[in-house]
């Protein structure tokens, strides 16, 4: 750590772990559901439950970015944050209009639609907040020295992120004029600017961990964040085949949706290239296998799995299935959560000044949580495809088809266990740190200028 | 390669020509979409009932145009499916109708509310979804010819296709809740037929199978159907007795 304002970062984290925690909470409420333990029914019915667990997770992931963001701001512009308190105000708040949210889901309060589910009223705070958020780091960025490729990147994502937000704040009578602005909102986030944000992350942690010069890496991230929007922008189109839009959005969603393993794969290679050119000096080698598995993940989960749906002669079939769980579960796992359990390997042992970077339990973590949510994936990769055959080939009755994939929510539930032990070492990786000390500010135990010295970057 | 600048001018340009592009499409779409979705037909009613939707999350179980959780059925054209009467009679104790299975919040919708619901889904059902939801390409290939003939909704009483069938099936066509009806006359007279759907819990006490209001001469008509198939269905292929549905089981 050089600033001593980065260290409002590790509460940002420690925000996201208890959250991420809760998430799977919920997450197993919806499996045993599924196969028809649905005791809890009364209290939380599937669709709290299921609100509660996507809600968690873009707001664990966005608290995620943020913590991301006040600590490589702060170190790209070479100065401390603009306004700490102001940081601290912004996190305090951002719980608590998630923990109202949450609260109002259990009393049936709120919106109603998919992933946009926060009650109206809520959705302003939210942007007073993300205003707080983009003001600061906007402010330090501005006043810094030069500003970096990586961090305008970063502060690209989070503004148009913040941007697009608003769409959603539309009210509208037609169903399908809601659903179609509604989209701005999820999948311009997730499939656009949501790539820009972890990009410039991944940028950053590439740069510090291989040592590999800032000028090679940028371009790429140049290339990489094009290709994503080349792609991205009109790949929107795939949400538009089946919800009352004209007949064009087939082909256009169909061709521009299909080039997005393009930019995820372009990642991958990166990544990838990079570690190799750079040796791999850095000391911190569990960031550097979750940055690389973040790389790869997310193309097999974003890039792959989707692709596998996306065409409408398949999607016309596989549209409103568990295929589509199938693909978001493994590709939030990798495009998002992965970058931000990357960032925060990186950063916990700079925050608190304990090397604890290739311990045992670190390096389980990683397997164990990646093994178990592609072992997830799979089951409901399984339980999808008998679903499209028996349901939407053959014609059989909605209920009828739910039973015959019971068994593979069982499965499921199994592999979700495993991918829990996974989180469960990461938080205990986590909590091991301890707290964030000044000890950690000492130049001669700041790690980071060892990496510095291995390979010295080129401004 | 490219230089650094040129891969900038790459990412700004390109994000410039397909956000340009993508904007023209939106407007040209939304000059479209009425059209497609006869929004002339959008009367107040419709939109109570689209807001009634969102009150109550029903997206977080159900899916409309595709789109929600998948936990509980597609509800595009779930009238033209179902009909009215059915969807009335569900609302009213959701739990009722499918007894023991997955099971749905009972919202409590006053009559004018259930109607504004129902308003909305019909609305919906009309929307140009460019093929969606597909008929099941697989099915006519794998039902034999002649219980098609039986099968076929277009032979049933209206009332029978649209309520019984959510929880019966005939010739493979219907839910799995309550037993197959294909073989029904071999175990019941008529009279214990007209009996038994005015008022099952006479015949057997504690049966989860529902009173449906309907007049004498409807009901009759549903025997009479029933009691028809015993002409028309064949016995099943390879001696293969009909397949036990989690009802016949718990009896």
């Not at chain 1, 708040?93 to 998919?114: D, Q, T």
């Not at chain 1, 970096?148 to 502060?155: D, F, K, M, N, R």
């Not at chain 1, 091991?432 to 401004?459: I, N, V």
């Amino acid at each position: 750590m050089k600033y001593k304002t980065q260290k409002i970062a590790y509460w940002f984290f420690a925000a996201a772990m208890g959250l991420l925690a809760l998430q799977i909470v919920y997450g197993f409420i919806m499996g045993f559901a599924r196969i028809g333990m649905d005791g809890l029914h009364p209290w939380i019915p599937f669709n709290t439950a299921r609100a509660v667990h996507t809600n968690l997770l873009v707001v664990w992931l966005l608290c995620g970015f943020m913590g991301s963001a006040y600590f490589i701001i702060p170190e790209e512009s070479g100065r401390d944050l603009e306004w700490p308190v102001l940081a601290w105000i912004q996190l305090i708040s951002l719980l608590v209009v998630g923990v109202i949210a949450v609260g109002c889901y259990h009393f049936n309060i709120w919106e109603g639609r998919k992933f946009l589910e926060i009650p109206r009223p809520l959705d302003y705070l939210v942007v007073v907040n993300v205003l707080m958020f983009l003001a600061n780091i906007g402010v330090t960025l501005w006043k810094g020295t030069h500003p970096t490729t990586t961090a305008l990147v970063l502060y690209m994502g989070l503004l148009f992120a913040a941007l697009l937000y608003l769409p959603g704040m539309i009210q509208e009578d037609n169903q399908t004029v809601d659903s179609f602005y509604r989209w701005w909102v999820v999948h311009l986030w997730v499939e656009g600017v949501w790539e820009l944000i972890m990009g410039g992350i991944l940028c950053f942690l590439l740069i510090k961990l291989t040592g590999v010069d800032r000028e090679v890496i940028e371009k790429w991230l140049y290339i990489i964040v094009g290709l994503t929007f080349l792609s991205g922008i009109l790949g929107t189109g795939h949400h538009y085949y089946f919800i009352g839009t004209p007949r064009y959005w087939l082909v256009v969603g169909g061709i521009f949706s299909a080039l997005e393993p393009l930019a995820f794969l372009g990642m991958a290679v990166f990544a990838i290239a990079m570690s190799r050119k750079g040796g791999r000096r850095h000391p911190n080698r569990i960031a550097l296998t979750w940055s690389l598995g973040c790389a790869v993940m997310s193309f097999v989960g974003a890039g792959f799995l989707g692709m596998a749906h996306t065409l409408p002669s398949i999607n016309r079939f596989t549209h409103g299935t568990l295929i589509t769980a199938m693909h978001g579960h493994m590709a939030f796992w990798g495009a998002y959560a992965m970058i931000v359990l990357a960032m925060i390997a990186y950063a916990l042992p700079l925050l608190t000044g304990r090397r604890l970077w290739d311990t045992p339990a670190a390096n389980w973590a990683f397997w164990t949580s990646n093994i178990g949510m592609t072992a997830m994936t799979g089951a409901l990769a399984v339980a999808g495809i008998t679903q499209v055959n028996l349901e939407r080939r053959i014609g059989l009755d909605f209920m009828a088809v739910q039973h015959e994939i019971e068994m593979h929510f069982v499965g499921f539930l199994l592999a979700a266990a495993l991918f829990t032990i996974g989180i469960g070492l990461f938080l205990y990786t986590f909590w091991r740190h301890g707290l964030p000390s000044q000890e950690a500010m000492a130049p001669e135990s700041a790690p980071d200028t060892l990496a510095a010295d291995l390979a010295p970057e080129a401004r | 390669m490219l230089s650094k600048s040129q891969a900038r001018t790459f990412f700004l340009g390109g994000t410039g020509v397909f956000a340009a592009i993508f904007l023209a499409l939106t407007v040209d779409s939304m000059k479209r979409i009425p059209a497609l979705t006869h929004a002339d037909q959008l009367t107040e009613s419709v939109v109570r009932g689209k807001r009634l939707w969102e009150a109550n999350n029903c997206m977080g179980c159900h899916t409309l145009f595709g789109e929600g959780a998948y936990y509980a059925p597609e509800l595009t054209q779930v009238v033209e499916r179902r009909g009215k009467p059915w969807i009335r009679l569900f609302l009213k104790d959701p739990e009722k109708m499918f007894p023991g299975e997955r099971r749905m919040v009972n919202y409590r919708f006053t009559d004018a509310q259930t109607e504004d619901v129902i308003a909305f889904l019909d609305w919906c059902g009309h929307v140009n979804l460019q093929g969606f939801p597909p008929k099941p390409p697989l099915r006519d290939l794998l039902r034999p010819a002649a219980v098609t003939a039986s099968g076929t909704a277009a032979s049933q009483p209206e009332l029978f296709r649209t309520i019984c069938i959510a929880c019966h099936s005939v010739g493979g066509v219907g839910g799995v809740v309550g037993p197959a009806l294909d073989e029904v006359y071999r175990r019941k007279t008529r009279d214990e037929m007209l009996v038994w759907i005015a008022d099952p819990q006479k015949l057997k006490p504690g049966t989860p199978m529902p009173v449906i209001e309907m007049t004498d001469a409807q009901r009759a008509e549903i025997v009479d159907y029933l009691l028809d198939l015993a002409g028309r269905t064949p016995p099943p292929a390879n001696g293969r007795p009909t397949p036990k549905t989690p009802a016949e089981v718990y009896e």
